[in-house]
């Protein structure tokens, strides 16, 4: 399976309410990232969070990165229809290394 | 700032016929550069990277190439489409912090 799989692979929510999304990965990474897709587009960063760092925030967006579980989560808070679209966790694998593996995604729908 | 560009947005071809598509970066030099493909409603995988001119890695045998005839230019190119390389086609360079700013896309769809 892959090294990056998100969690759930769909989440429909209203708007105002918290969308958490979660990663699990297999193998030693030197950072994850959060990236975000837009229907039919490139994907856009979010947020960086390195392997010796526990929680990060910007903006409405909270990571968590749990190096023992090998786990992290992605939290938008007080969302908005705006933020309908795909969400990616993505792993720099250790020792650094030129692949950077994505995970199948997360869609998210935000419900006006 | 940085810029990455693709072209053609969108490419219909017939199979068995030859495939061309550029990506070019702007703002910075020496970029490490991929190709990622991303079937429909799935995640992406890795095609090619690059890290310099006429340094190329590839992740997945294929009937694909990738050539980096200049620093900032990236070809991904077929000699003969098969059905199943029909998807959207994404160039990515990453930064030295390790974060990937991607093209706008091309959506090959193979008949």
């Known amino acids: 399976s892959q090294q990056g799989e998100e969690d759930p692979q769909a989440l429909s929510i209203q708007e105002g309410e918290n969308a958490t999304m979660n990663c699990s990965y297999k193998?030693?990474?030197?950072?994850l990232q959060w990236y975000r897709q837009n229907s039919g587009r490139g994907l856009v960063h979010l947020i960086l969070i390195r392997s010796n760092e526990r929680e990060k925030h910007s903006g409405r967006l909270r990571v968590t990165l749990d190096t023992s579980k090998k786990s992290s989560s992605l939290l938008i808070t007080a969302s908005r229809a705006a933020d309908t679209a795909s969400y990616f966790c993505?792993?720099?694998?250790?020792?650094?290394?030129?692949?950077?593996?994505f995970g199948p995604g997360t869609r998210l729908s935000v419900l006006p | 700032s940085q810029t990455i560009h693709q072209w053609p947005a969108t490419l219909v071809q017939p199979v068995g016929s030859p495939l061309s598509l550029e990506c070019t970066v702007e703002?910075?030099?020496?970029?490490?550069l991929y190709w990622y493909r991303q079937a429909a409603g799935r995640g992406l995988q890795l095609l090619f990277y690059?890290?310099?001119?006429?340094?190329i890695s590839s992740e997945v045998p294929q009937n694909l190439s990738a050539s980096r005839p200049q620093d900032r230019q990236f070809i991904l190119s077929s000699k003969k489409l098969l059905l199943s390389d029909s998807g959207f086609y994404l160039c990515?360079?990453?930064?030295?912090?390790?974060?990937?700013?991607f093209g706008p896309g091309t959506r090959l769809l193979v008949l």
């Open positions: 690059s890290v310099g001119i006429g340094q």
């Open positions: 703002g910075t030099s020496n970029p490490n």
């Open positions: 193998t030693s990474i030197n950072n």
């Open positions: 993505a792993t720099a694998l250790y020792p650094y290394g030129q692949n950077f593996v």
């Open positions: 990515a360079w990453k930064t030295g912090s390790g974060v990937c700013y």
